[in-house]
Nanobody, 112 residues
Framework: QVQLVESGGDWVQPGGSLTLSCVAS????????ARWYRQAPGKERELVAH???????MHRDSVRDRFFISRDNAKNTVYLQMHNLKPEDTAVYYC??????WGRGTQVTVSS
């Protein structure tokens, strides 16, 4: 079965850290880019970070130097390390293969 499964979402206080994981199955993970998106209530889904097949990365301006995307092809997994979290980072975070495969999302809530 072709799927992406996210995990690691949680409630955290401002300034805290979380690491999200996304495990791929049913397709050749290393042949695809990997992306993290997020969607906050009442807002459109937005691209947070991208990692290409050769490891090149991109992070949106609002998370640069706080969030870090990485991948482990041996484990078919893409990660998103998130540091110095802010309330505006609260959203459902989704994993995508750069094409048409999406996970169901994991909730991140940042509040005091």
């Amino acid at each position: 079965q072709v799927q992406l499964v996210e995990s690691g979402g949680d409630w955290v206080q401002p300034g805290g850290s979380l690491t999200l994981s996304c495990v791929a199955s049913g397709f050749t993970f290393s042949n695809y880019a990997a992306r993290w998106y997020r969607q906050a209530p009442g807002k459109e889904r937005e691209l947070v970070a991208h990692i290409s097949t050769n490891g090149a990365v991109m992070h949106r301006d609002s998370v640069r130097d706080r969030f870090f995307i990485s991948r482990d092809n041996a484990k078919n997994t893409v990660y998103l390390q998130m540091h110095n979290l802010k309330p505006e980072d609260t959203a459902v975070y989704y994993c995508n293969n750069g094409a048409d495969i999406w996970g169901r999302g994991t909730q991140v809530t940042v509040s005091s």
